[in-house]
């Protein structure tokens, strides 16, 4: 059985940073991280496999780093703007995707708030 569980959320004034984490156990073949703006569908922000390949959504790249450890995955954002708030979501599943309905496994979510 998978677990999954973010922390690092919070409020902070456009342009700075915040790194969440997220702590996980069973199949982490694929790890990613979603977020769901209100009103918005949920959208994949970044992945990372176990090669340690990687991509990101246009939006973030420059200013956003995924990276993952044993049992643990990291989201550094830096350079934040207004248009990042979202809850942020941890993720497993067996493969990379591009969509949220092909996800097997999700944490609780992160709240990220971004002031202009």
């Known amino acids: 059985q998978v677990q999954l569980q973010e922390s690092g959320g919070g409020s902070v004034q456009s342009g700075g940073s915040l790194k969440l984490s997220c702590g996980a156990s069973?199949?982490?073949?694929?790890m990613a991280w979603f977020r769901q703006a209100p009103g918005k569908e949920r959208e994949v922000v970044a992945d990372?496999?176990?090669?340690?390949s990687s991509t990101y959504t246009d939006s973030v790249k420059g200013r956003f780093t995924i990276s993952r450890g044993p049992g643990i995955l990291y989201l550094q954002m830096n350079s934040l703007k207004p248009e990042d708030t979202a809850m942020y979501y941890c993720?497993?599943?067996?493969?990379?995707?591009?969509?949220?309905?092909?996800?097997?496994?999700w944490g609780q979510g992160t709240q990220v708030t971004v002031s202009s």
């Open positions: 069973g199949d982490t073949r694929c």
């Open positions: 990372m496999r176990m090669d340690g």
């Open positions: 993720t497993t599943n067996e493969y990379c995707v591009d969509h949220a309905i092909q996800v097997a496994n």
